[in-house]
């Protein structure tokens, strides 16, 4: 392995884990077990959960995200 590609690893890691945020992608499935609109979006555009935006607007749970 290169000094290059050893360097790049370690980064792409870190980056990994702070894009990963608080939440995970575990066991919410609904608006009603979303915390915030921020836990929604998340579990929308990071973890494909299209049914918290039923009309594809790219707003979720439109009750949290007004």
């Known amino acids: 392995m290169s ?3 050893q360097k790049a ?4 890691a870190a980056a990994q884990a702070t894009s990963s945020s608080a ?3 575990s066991t919410k499935k609904t608006c009603g077990q979303m915390a915030s609109c921020e836990e929604a979006r998340h579990h929308l555009n990071e973890c494909g959960n ?5 009309d594809n607007d790219g ?3 439109e009750s949290l995200c007004r």
């Open 59 to 61: 707003v979720p749970c």
């Open 50 to 54: 299209g049914r918290l935006d039923p």
């Open 9 to 12: 690893a370690p980064i792409k």
């Open 23 to 25: 939440y995970s992608c």
């Open 3 to 5: 000094a290059t590609s």
